[in-house]
């Protein structure tokens, strides 16, 4: 988001800026296109103008906000943390506590994916670009990807044991694409996915040497 303010003073186009935007200071980043200037007698005259444009300390409090508001459903103490991945596109936030907040990620993270999602759409809203927001709790979300890259290994064993094709359990398309990244490393078995969500799973297959696809 960019837009211009004019005002007789640069203190002037800030403050209304500000205003006009519903930040604060620290929040934005501005730019002085022109000082103020009176002109000889009145003539040539100029107002101040500045450019003006959001950082990622909006977001960052969109972030903060929009999550505390949900975690006082919980009643428990927590902290939040929020990494810049991409300067003003993409977000990584951890929500840490001593309780376990089990009803917070749900069964199988789903209910931690529809927080994750709503917080996207509420954070597209409030911006002119596009916003990616990744959220994870307790670290839930890094336990479940190490256990799912044990899982595609040892699918790999099963197929090198003698296993023709292993059917792995219905998983999300982000925790497919965590098996289909750790098999594309291995040069005797292929992986698919087959099924309509939420039960779309993963089928790994064993393949001769050098057909695989």
């Known amino acids: 988001m960019e837009k211009i303010y004019k005002g007789k003073s640069v ?14 200071e620290e929040e934005v980043n501005y730019e002085v296109l022109q000082e103020p200037s009176k002109g000889f007698l009145g003539i040539g005259a100029k107002d101040a103008e500045i450019r003006v444009t959001l950082n990622d300390n909006y977001n960052i409090r969109l972030i903060k906000n929009f999550l505390a508001t949900l975690m006082e459903f919980y009643g428990v103490e927590y902290k939040i943390e929020v990494k810049i991945v991409r300067t003003m596109t993409v977000y990584s936030v951890k929500i840490e506590s001593a309780e376990a907040l089990a009803e917070l990620i749900g069964k199988h993270g789903r209910t931690l994916s529809a ?13 002119d670009h596009h916003i990616s927001v990744f959220v994870d709790v307790n670290d839930y979300k890094e336990r479940k990807e190490e256990l799912i890259r044990r899982i595609a290994e040892n699918a790999v ?14 998983m999300s398309s982000r925790e497919r694409k965590i098996v289909h990244e750790v098999l594309s490393h291995f040069d005797d078995v292929r992986s698919y996915s087959v099924g309509t969500e939420p039960y779309r799973y993963v089928v790994v297959e064993a393949v001769k040497s050098g057909a695989r696809r």
């Open 11 to 24: 203190s002037e186009c800030l403050e209304t800026a500000l205003k006009d935007l519903g930040v604060f």
């Open 115 to 127: 927080v994750e999602h709503m917080l996207s759409v509420y954070l597209n809203k409030k911006n």
């Open 157 to 170: 064993s099963k197929i090198r044991r003698g296993t023709r094709k292993v059917s792995l359990e219905p």
